[in-house]
């Protein structure tokens, strides 16, 4: 698991930067090929940070200044980026969108990172409106529990809500209560009264959330997410391409619209 550095939180809003740290993708597998998709994508990412000249390091937040999406520089992006996508997509449990919407966005969060919170609740409503809504968008979430025990109680808590089918819900919900990294916000007695709220069975929801039920499900979810080479949260990979941090809409609009291009001109 990564290690937690704190940072503060930028002044301006409107300048959301990346959680990322080190940006590099090393997938484990047991075939060349995807061991060269990986090497593309982690080189994509590591050129751009470098022509940008952001610093590598893991932290849920950083300085002011936004960093631009990296992309994949080779001449075979097209075919590495569907075979990083091939390997992500079953791996996801939630999904939210049409199923056969040209796009696909992949989030890595931790539902106490600050700027996963406002992705969120500011840029995340905008990307559903104009391009979930619309069909042109499916967002999936992967959970990257890494802040602390709070952080890994959120993310059971999410998946017992799963079982009610009301994921995204109670994802909403945690995002819109955060008050602090393992201050007691995301404290199990809290985690139940959000299930109550949303119209979860409570009774059904405690005695998931009591059972460790999903200990072990996010641990390896955290853990496969730290060996695919995140090293921060949020990080998405739109498409087979790699977007890092809470970014402004603006730079989702034009990271989407790049890959509804792409996905047009196939």
């Excluded at 809504?133 to 959970?143: A, D, E, I, P």
């Excluded at 059971?156 to 602090?180: M, P, T, V």
């Amino acid at each position: 698991m990564p290690t937690k550095t704190k940072s503060q939180p930028p002044e301006d809003e409107s300048a959301l930067e990346p959680t990322a740290g080190e940006a590099r993708f090393s997938f484990k597998a047991t075939h060349v090929y995807a061991v060269l998709v990986v090497l593309a994508f982690a080189a994509g990412i590591l050129l751009g940070y470098a022509a940008w000249g952001r610093p590598a390091a893991v932290s849920s937040a950083r300085s002011a200044a936004p960093a631009p999406a990296a992309a994949i520089p080779t001449p075979d992006a097209s075919a590495a980026q569907q075979d990083l996508m091939a390997t992500l997509i079953p791996k996801v449990r939630h999904f939210k969108g049409d199923p056969n919407a040209p796009v696909t966005i992949i989030e890595f969060a931790d539902f106490q990172c600050p700027f996963c919170g406002r992705h969120a609740t500011i840029t995340g409503p905008q990307i559903d409106q104009q391009y979930i809504q619309t069909h042109k968008v499916r967002l999936g979430f992967w959970n990257f529990a890494f802040l602390g025990p709070e952080s890994n109680w959120a993310a059971e808590a999410a998946e017992c809500a799963a079982d009610q089918g009301k994921f995204w819900e109670y994802h909403d919900k945690l995002f819109n209560s955060q008050a602090g990294e393992n201050q007691g916000a995301f404290s199990k007695d809290n985690l139940k009264k959000f299930a109550a709220e949303i119209g979860l069975d409570t009774s059904t929801f405690n005695d998931c959330l009591d059972s460790g039920k999903y200990v072990q499900r996010i641990r390896d979810d955290s853990d496969a997410a730290s060996a695919l080479g995140v090293r921060s949260t949020p990080t998405f990979v739109i498409n087979g391409q790699a977007l890092i941090g809470a970014q402004p809409f603006d730079v989702f609009r034009q990271a989407i619209d790049g890959a509804l291009a792409g996905a047009a001109s196939q």
